[in-house]
């Protein structure tokens, strides 16, 4: 399995960003715990759309959802989560996620405000021993088509801190990325959902476009 999953993302990076090719899938990952990991319907397929048309890639925008612990993980070499409270992840779906991000996958976590307690002590036991490190601003995430010299931008309040980047790094390669404080992933929604204004919404649409373009690119 974990082979079948290196030849799938070794695959999709040789890949160009071209219409002509398969489309690249990324999924909705659920959860267990109480969390509402179905937050943010409408975020995942119109970030998929804003790729297709601004980047020229070439990703399916009917997104699918895989739960942590099943084979189907190993089919989307990307996979975002979200939500407001609990995440647990039980042994079986920690051996899972270790196998998957082992093996070439990747993961994103977006606190969607209330999340952060309970997320962090969870992507740390998928590796024992290895810790969430904040991202520099240098990090070449911040800097792929679309330039972020001060890191995340900054979607909404929250509890009005600074918004921050943190990694999950497995034999030197970032395997998880977390984003907090910044909400990434309301700003990817459609834009009667929260009414943000269309330049903190194309903030967060080009720093999602950036996390994509890194993971098919790397």
Partial sequence: MIRKLIF???AFTALSFTSDEKPLKIALLK???GGDWYANPTSLPNLAKYCNQNQ??????NIPTVEVGSPELFNYPFVHMTGHGNVVFNEQELDNLRAYLGGGGFLHADDNYGMDPYIRPQLEKIF???K???LPFTHPIFHQKFDFPGGLPKIHEHDGKAPQAF???HEGRLVALYTY???LGDGWEDQDVHKDPNEVREKALKMGANILRYVFSN
């Fill in 8 to 10: 799938l993302c070794l």
């Fill in 31 to 33: 959860y267990n715990g």
């Fill in 56 to 61: 020229g890639m070439n990703l399916e925008t």
């Fill in 128 to 130: 024992p021993g290895s």
């Fill in 132 to 134: 969430l490190v904040e």
């Fill in 167 to 169: 990694g999950l790094f």
């Fill in 181 to 183: 404080e910044c909400d």
